[in-house]
């Protein structure tokens, strides 16, 4: 996972049209992957986080 999938990932969770398994193949990762990094309505997780490298 990338800082750039990561924010494309972001956006994309927030918009209620999103197809995950799409979502997931266009980034070339897994669901468990996306789901570890953001959350279902396209905030950041804790992993999310620390690759970007914010505070919560």
Known sequence: M???KI?????AMGQ???NVGDL???L???RQTLYRHV???GTLRED?????KEKP
């Open 48 to 52: 999310g986080r620390a690759l970007l």
């Open 28 to 30: 070339g990762i897994t």
């Open 16 to 18: 209620r049209e999103t």
């Open 7 to 11: 924010r494309l990932a972001m956006a």
């Open 2 to 4: 990338t800082a750039s």
């Open 39 to 41: 959350g279902p309505d």
């Open 24 to 26: 997931c193949k266009e």
